[in-house]
C-alpha cells in the first residue's frame, strides 16, 4: 500500500469494486464468461500498474478506465 492512500489497497479492490466492474463488461458485451474474464485481467493490470496510479481520480474510475481498454482489445480481436 503506498503511503497516505488507502485506496490502494489491492486486496480491498475485489471486494469493494468487482460487482461494479462485473456488471459494467456485462452490459456491454452479454457474455458472463467473457465478463468475468475482462475483470480478472483489469485487476491484474491494475496491480501491475499501482505505482503509476497518480490520485487524479478514484480508484473505481481508474479501474473503469483499464476495463474500457480491455473491453475495446476484446472487440477488436473477436473480429480478427
Sequence with gaps: MIE??????IQT???E???YLFSYALLRIKDT???EDLVQE???AAIT???TFSNQSTIRTWLIGILK???VFNC?????
Design 42 to 44: 483489469t485487476l491484474l
Design 76 to 80: 477488436i480481436n473477436s473480429y480478427i
Design 49 to 51: 500498474a499501482k505505482d
Design 69 to 71: 481498454h480491455k473491453l
Design 17 to 19: 469494486h468487482g460487482d
Design 33 to 35: 464468461h467473457v465478463a
Design 4 to 9: 497516505g492512500n488507502k485506496d490502494l489497497n
Design 13 to 15: 479492490w475485489l471486494e
